[in-house]
């Protein structure tokens, strides 16, 4: 038997952001050449995206992936920094009401898991982003991504 493809492509980012469409307002390189796994982030005004397009499986139901958020913000209910990591359906036109997380905290590599069955055998962009402010910057490290 061949072993079935992994659906994400280098989800643990062992060879740089292959695989992944990139974005950084800031021309930023959205990878840790220390840790191995992508960047968003760490420095103020920032706008970066990480991305892929894939082809669910009808049997597809979970979208897991390591992330770390490190922030220098002290109150985060005022804070403009947001990570978010978005299902969009439409690549044309990517729309946010597709959101599925929205998160800023600190507390070291956290294991996320979403529900994903919603969109089983539809073509979806998944996106991982950063926005920060113009003060006090916010990074995110996103590791070992897993559709299955
Ligand atoms: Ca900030």
Redesign the pocket.
């Known amino acids: 038997m061949t072993p079935t493809p992994p659906i994400i492509r280098n989800g643990t980012f062992s060879v740089g952001t292959s695989g992944w469409q990139t974005s950084s307002a800031n021309s930023r390189v959205l990878y840790d050449t220390v840790n191995k796994c992508a960047l968003l982030g760490g420095l ?1 005004n920032e706008r970066a995206f990480l991305s892929q397009t894939i082809d669910l499986p009808d049997t597809a139901t979970t979208l897991t992936y390591k992330a770390m958020i490190t ?3 002290t109150d985060v209910s005022v ?3 947001f990570f978010q990591v978005i299902i969009a359906t439409d690549v044309d036109t990517p729309v946010r009401d597709d959101i599925i997380s929205t998160t800023l905290q600190a507390s070291g590599w956290i294991q996320a898991t979403h529900d994903i069955s919603d969109f089983q055998g539809q073509s979806i962009t998944l996106i991982f982003s950063i926005e ?7 990074s995110v490290r996103i590791d070992d991504v897993v559709v299955y």
């Open positions: 103020n922030t220098q913000e804070s403009g920094d920060t402010d113009d003060s006090l910057p916010s």
